[in-house]
């Protein structure tokens, strides 16, 4: 069981593989990440500011250079890369 603080942590710090099942119910594997260094420059006025769902967590997408979240719920591995 994986926890959302545990998995964010780690992604701030590494590039990993997080496979999870889909919200219908495939299965995949992200190549993503949350280190600074490695995520998209965006200027101040494109940053929303909106409650942040626990049961979620966005991280960047490395593979198709974009933002993606997945259900904390619902991962089944993390390898970092």
Request: with cysteine.
């Amino acid at each position: 069981m994986f926890t959302r603080c545990s998995i964010k942590q780690t992604l701030l710090e590494k590039e990993c593989e997080v496979e999870f099942k889909k919200v219908n119910g495939d299965i995949r594997k992200m190549h993503c990440t949350l280190k600074a260094d490695l995520l998209p420059k965006t200027e101040e006025k494109e940053k929303r500011k909106k409650t942040e769902n626990l049961e979620i967590l966005s991280v960047y997408d490395l593979d198709k250079k974009n933002w993606r979240s997945f259900k904390v719920e619902n991962v089944i591995s993390i390898k970092e890369l």
